[in-house]
């Protein structure tokens, strides 16, 4: 990996709010451990331990979730005939979270409203022992064709596509329980993707906060009576995270956030406050996972759910 050369903005916002911003920064020139999720839907998980034992793979278990591994050895994992299978399924630790805080039950209706290229909705799949439905939607038709292609792959059955904006999906139809992986600037990812800094600015990120208050607010809508919605991003700009959550407790009545725990893995508390701009004092029950802290990618996750006005 090049030497990630960081815009002057960014190190000064994220030397404000960063624990340990020297170890902060250091980590981004790192590259991202691999990680896997098993695919119950094709193998169970003790079945595809036992074979990727066999092939010699070195791995630690994902303290949160029994089917996510850390791969220790230098194998590559995606040119494997178990990948290839389907029995594996290449995945950061971080982008585990949100289908784990959904808590998805068989009997229950899900949408994941920005669902490609599919990671969280065939994790969320098997979450479901494969038992119907799953709405995957998203708003570009070029995407569509990876989440298909993952979701054959992993043998999702139960999951049917929409190709929809997630602003306008009609209100008519309510859901149990919603995801909302939104579209964001993706600071989480620079380990994996140094370009995502030549794209960086603060119009840049801006410019997706003002999407993902009309996409939460859409999601919110959407939701039964004590339905579940969680909101997560792969960034750690406060604007695309406290800020639309903040937005969405100030004007939807019947929205509370939900206390979040993910047993052995190390969190920090929502941002109450950036620049001046205070948030709901609530906020602070959101979770950031900064990258030096568990040695993964960034990212942001609230739970919210949707009580009786």
Request: aromatic share 10%; glycine share 4%; net charge positive.
């Amino acid at each position: 990996m090049p030497k990630v050369i960081i815009p002057r903005k960014f190190r000064e916002r994220y030397n404000k709010i960063a624990p340990s911003p020297k170890e902060f920064f250091r980590i981004l020139e790192e590259p991202l451990r691999p990680s896997f999720r098993i695919c119950t839907n094709k193998i169970s998980r003790e079945k595809a331990i036992q074979k990727l034992v066999d092939l010699g793979w070195s791995f630690e278990s994902v303290p949160f979730y029994a089917d996510g591994f850390i791969l220790k050895s230098g194998i590559k994992p995606g040119h494997s005939i178990e990948h290839f299978m389907g029995y594996i399924y290449m995945q950061e630790v971080v982008s585990m979270i949100p289908p784990v805080l959904l808590e998805p039950k068989p009997y229950e209706l899900i949408l994941d409203m920005c669902a490609a290229p599919g990671s969280k909705t065939t994790q969320i799949s098997q979450m479901m022992e494969n038992k119907p439905l799953i709405l995957a939607n998203d708003v570009d038709w070029r995407r569509l064709k990876p989440l298909k292609h993952n979701l054959e792959k992993c043998g999702c059955l139960n999951v049917a596509i929409s190709l929809m904006d997630g602003r306008f999906i009609s209100k008519k139809q309510k859901f149990d329980k919603i995801l909302l992986d939104a579209p964001c600037s993706s600071e989480g990812q620079i380990r994996k993707d140094w370009s995502v800094l030549s794209r960086w600015s603060e119009d840049y990120v801006r410019k997706f906060s003002s999407l993902q208050k009309a996409l939460i607010a859409s999601a919110f809508q959407l939701l039964k009576n004590n339905g579940v919605l969680v909101y997560s991003t792969c960034t750690f700009s406060p604007e695309e995270n406290e800020e639309v959550v903040s937005y969405l407790l100030e004007n939807f009545k019947g929205a509370k956030l939900e206390q979040i725990s993910l047993p052995k893995f190390k969190t920090s508390k929502g941002l109450e406050e950036f620049e001046g701009k205070k948030y709901d004092p609530e906020i602070k029950k959101c979770v950031r996972v900064w990258p030096h802290i568990n040695d993964t990618g960034g990212f942001f996750v609230a739970k919210l759910r949707k009580n009786e006005i």
